[in-house]
C-alpha cells in the first residue's frame, strides 16, 4: 500500500520561493503517474502539475506555468514541487497524488504567500 507525506510547506512572501516534497513508502513512486494539487479555502480542489511514470511529459496549470517545476527523485523515492515567484493567490493546501490503478493522497502541506 504505497502512503504519501508531503512537507516544505509554509509562511513565504510574495516573490518567495518554496520546495514541496512528496515522500513515499509502501511502494516504488517511479511505478505511478504523479500530480500535486492544490486547494483554497472556498474553493474547489485543482490540479497543479503532473508528471508521467519517467517524468518525460510534465503538465502544468496556466496559473503556475514558468513558475513552478515538478521533479522526482527516485533514489529517494521523492516528489518535490520547486515553486518560484509565488504570489497570494497560490495560498493553500497542497497535496501530493500518485495514480496507477487507484488513487493515493497525502495528508496536505499549508502554503500560504503573504502580500
Known amino acids: 500500500q504505497l502512503q504519501l507525506v508531503e512537507s516544505g510547506g509554509g509562511l513565504v512572501q510574495s516573490g518567495g520561493s518554496l520546495r514541496l516534497s512528496c515522500a513515499a513508502s509502501g511502494s516504488s513512486l517511479d511505478r505511478y503517474a504523479v500530480a500535486w494539487f492544490r486547494q483554497a479555502p472556498g474553493k474547489e480542489r485543482e490540479g497543479v502539475s503532473c508528471?508521467?511514470?519517467?517524468?518525460?511529459?510534465?503538465n502544468y496549470a496556466d496559473s503556475v506555468k514558468g513558475r513552478f517545476t515538478i521533479s522526482r527523485d527516485n533514489a529517494k523515492n521523492t516528489v518535490h514541487l520547486q515553486m518560484n515567484s509565488l504570489k497570494p493567490e497560490d495560498t493553500a493546501v497542497y497535496y501530493c497524488?500518485?495514480?496507477?490503478?487507484?488513487?493515493?493522497w497525502g495528508q496536505g502541506t499549508q502554503v500560504t504567500v503573504s502580500s
Open positions: 497524488n500518485a495514480v496507477t490503478t487507484k488513487n493515493y
Open positions: 508528471a508521467t511514470t519517467r517524468s518525460d511529459v510534465t
